[in-house]
């Protein structure tokens, strides 16, 4: 498909629209059934947002303006605590759509085009419970859950899919229309827009009912292909445009749901699957006062931005610094709309009370940071144990520390505690200071091992269920 813009104008929108008799309805004024749209970007840092940066003070170098995700910021809430479950795509997609530890759903590693095994399709998503509310759902952008129809989004509770299965540096790189591949290869250069463009289509199409729109941006993820528009838009190259174009068209997506009429009842959730790729140098991006990316166990690959803007409901521009996690959207998302948690266990909490300003306290005792199946370290309110760990050669632990490993050797990390109140850079080891701090979060992590398992130690974990899995991908 040489031209997919044509193809998309021609027939890309009639399988969108429902019969509606009036395109820009009112406003909606049942808040329990508040429109969602749940953004996230690929390996997008913690300093890579401008209502972030500019916290700090920071001005001038490598800065990054981000004024349309800035304003949702003012306009809504920001976290400055907030976690994924996993420093790369895969496991923490799975964790956001589900509620679950990685481990939980059995999918701790990233996929690829290749790999035999997906999100299992008995696994309840945040799709399936807002479809089960009369909700129209579209999943627009990277899956990475699996690619056998089998796994396909529509087999989790979307009703649409326009997107990529896998992550774009992956090949073949396709382009897919449900269940049809409608590019091959992908031509990435106006992929935001024309993720967005169909989003809003989507918008306007179904808004006279609620909708959920899962927007998975492939930007900032490598290759950076980006619109001629935005080239040389910020100071920080390749990189930086990439995140200007995400944030002029989240503007976009804003400007739409004003046009429609719905922008006040209507919850936006920006996030990160996963901290900045540090290997790619200036193609990466940045966690900065965080140590360490994508691929670590430190903060800069499992602390990612979040904001979320819902007017009259969310008190404006404030700054959350409660802990809170990505696997809280289902159980919060399914309290908004009245609906029932899943039956299979989840891990994540209701913390409907703490966007809305009305708690301050985390809901987590404990906090687990797997890398797969092996348990890396644990937080307990300001602590976290890291546990003593093997870095090869080629692991993102030799530009963590600043310095290359010189043999090809593995080389042991000695274990590590640190009081992120005081510590939030990770720098000062307080290993030997507090035994008894690290009695008690081994013993939080014993706990969690019987139940999650840690391959570590040969334990499976007693309550952990199983991948989907083919004998037969393409």
């Known amino acids: 498909m040489h031209d997919r813009r044509s193809f998309i104008k021609s027939v890309g929108l009639l399988s969108l629209i429902l019969p509606v008799k009036h395109l820009f309805s009112a406003d909606r004024e049942n808040k329990q059934t508040p429109n969602i749209i749940l953004i996230v970007a690929d390996d997008l840092g913690y300093d890579d947002l401008g209502c972030y940066w500019k916290e700090r003070g920071k001005k001038g170098f490598e800065k990054i303006d981000t004024p349309y995700i800035d304003r949702l910021a003012h306009e809504g809430v920001r976290f400055s605590d907030f976690h994924v479950t996993s420093s790369v795509c895969s496991p923490s997609r799975a964790s956001i759509l589900t509620g679950c530890y990685p481990p939980r759903v059995g999918l701790t590693k990233v996929l690829y085009p290749n790999s035999k095994i997906g999100l299992n399709p008995s696994e309840t998503t945040v799709a399936d419970i807002l479809k089960s509310k009369k909700y129209a759902t579209a999943c627009i952008g990277k899956w990475h859950l699996g690619v056998v129809p089998e796994f396909s989004p529509l087999n989790f509770g979307f009703d649409y899919f326009f997107g990529m299965p896998y992550s774009n540096d992956m090949k073949p790189s396709v382009l897919m229309k449900n269940d049809t591949i409608i590019e091959q290869p992908v031509q990435q250069k106006e992929l935001t827009k024309d993720y967005t463009d169909e989003a809003i289509n989507f918008i306007e199409a179904h808004h006279s009912r609620p909708f959920f729109i899962y927007l998975s941006h492939t930007l900032p993820h490598i290759p950076l292909k980006l619109d001629s528009d935005f080239k040389g838009a910020s100071d920080r190259k390749k990189y930086g445009d990439a995140i200007v174009t995400i944030d002029h068209y989240t503007g976009e997506l804003y400007k739409t749901l004003e046009k429609c009429n719905i922008l006040n009842n209507t919850l936006i959730i920006f996030t990160s699957d996963n901290g900045p790729w540090l290997l790619m140098g200036k193609r990466g991006g940045k966690a900065y006062p965080l140590r360490g990316g994508k691929r670590t166990v430190y903060e800069g690959g499992f602390r990612v931005p979040c904001i979320m803007h819902w007017p009259d409901v969310i008190p404006k521009n404030t700054v959350q610094p409660t802990f809170v996690t990505s696997m809280d959207l289902l159980p919060t998302l399914a309290h908004v709309v009245r609906a029932p948690l899943p039956a299979n266990k989840i891990d994540g909490k209701n913390i409907y009370d703490i966007i809305t300003g ?47 490993l010189k043999d090809k050797q593995d080389t042991i990390i000695p274990p590590e505690l640190y009081n992120l109140e005081t510590d939030i850079h990770e720098k000062n080891n307080l290993i030997n200071n507090h035994p008894d701090i690290v009695k008690r979060l081994t ?32």
């Open 358 to 404: 009305t708690s301050g306290e985390t809901p987590y005792e404990v906090f687990l940071y797997y890398t797969g199946k092996r348990l890396d370290a644990v937080r307990a309110g300001n602590w976290k144990l890291i546990f003593k760990r093997k870095a090869s050669w080629n692991s993102p632990y030799r530009y963590v520390k600043n310095k290359l």
């Open 443 to 474: 013993g939080l992590a014993e706990q969690a091992r019987k139940e999650l398992g840690d391959n570590r130690y040969g334990i499976r974990g007693e309550a952990v269920r199983e991948s989907g899995k083919t004998t037969k991908p393409k």
